[in-house]
């Protein structure tokens, strides 16, 4: 299994700012992907995050205020651009191997005031 | 529209018996199954995954799938108060790109 650290675990931002939160995996992994999770409900799927190349986002969720990267096999980033106080909610990134086991970081609880 | 269905419940049973959590999917395509244990302000802990039809069995859990009827379960036997959390299941698939659609989650309580 892999392991995977996000960072920051939890930050208050103020409306209009924009926060990124770094996703390190301790192995190579073939996907990555970042999911936003509202309280008390499941997990929504933001993009895919693709090594060298623009993410792949879902329905919903636009590069301009989700912009990914990943530079490599084992790190990506996910800005929150233009916070705004629906934006409070936890942030999950993940990784996954040949199996299609998927694997969750710690996640990042963000609180916009 | 790609969908997983669970009971929210709160699904609850005494210390000892089998809890039972199912989940439903919409998409015949779905290729792989998972099931996550979430512990209130945690991230998901993949416990089972299972890829063929069948019963699959890991210490306490059976994952079972069965395609033709878009169905996958959970079983946890002797189910312990450390095992209530909430029971999230996901699946698989190719839509554009390999991605996954999580079920909105069955909360289970483990009375003791």
């Known amino acids: 299994s892999a392991v995977i650290s996000q960072k920051p675990s939890r930050d208050i931002c103020q409306r209009g700012t924009s926060l990124t939160i770094q996703c390190q995996v301790d192995?190579?992994?073939?996907?990555m992907f970042w999911y936003r999770q509202q309280p008390g409900q499941s997990l929504t799927l933001i993009a895919t995050a693709n090594q060298g190349s623009e993410a792949t986002y879902e329905s919903g969720f636009v590069i301009d205020k989700f912009p990914i990267s990943r530079p490599n096999l084992t790190f990506s980033t996910l800005t929150v651009s233009n916070l705004s106080p629906e934006d409070s909610s936890i942030y999950l990134c993940?990784?996954?191997?040949?199996?299609?086991?998927?694997?969750f970081g710690p996640g990042t609880r963000l609180t916009v005031t | 529209q790609k969908e997983v269905e669970q009971n929210s419940g709160p699904l609850s049973v005494p210390e000892g018996a089998i809890a039972s959590l199912n989940c439903t999917y919409s998409d015949r395509v779905s290729q792989s199954f998972f099931w996550y244990r979430q512990y209130s302000g945690k991230s998901p802990e993949l416990i089972m995954s299972i890829y063929s039809n069948g019963d699959k069995e890991d210490g306490r859990f059976t994952a079972q799938l069965n395609k033709a009827s878009q169905y996958v379960s959970l079983l946890i036997r002797d189910s312990q108060p450390s095992d209530s959390a909430t029971y999230l299941c996901?699946?698989?698939?190719?839509?554009?790109?390999?991605?996954?659609?999580f079920g909105t989650g069955t909360r289970l309580k483990v009375l003791a």
């Open positions: 993940s990784g996954t191997g040949g199996s299609y086991e998927q694997y």
């Open positions: 192995s190579q992994v073939t996907m």
């Open positions: 996901a699946v698989g698939l190719v839509s554009g790109t390999y991605k996954y659609i």
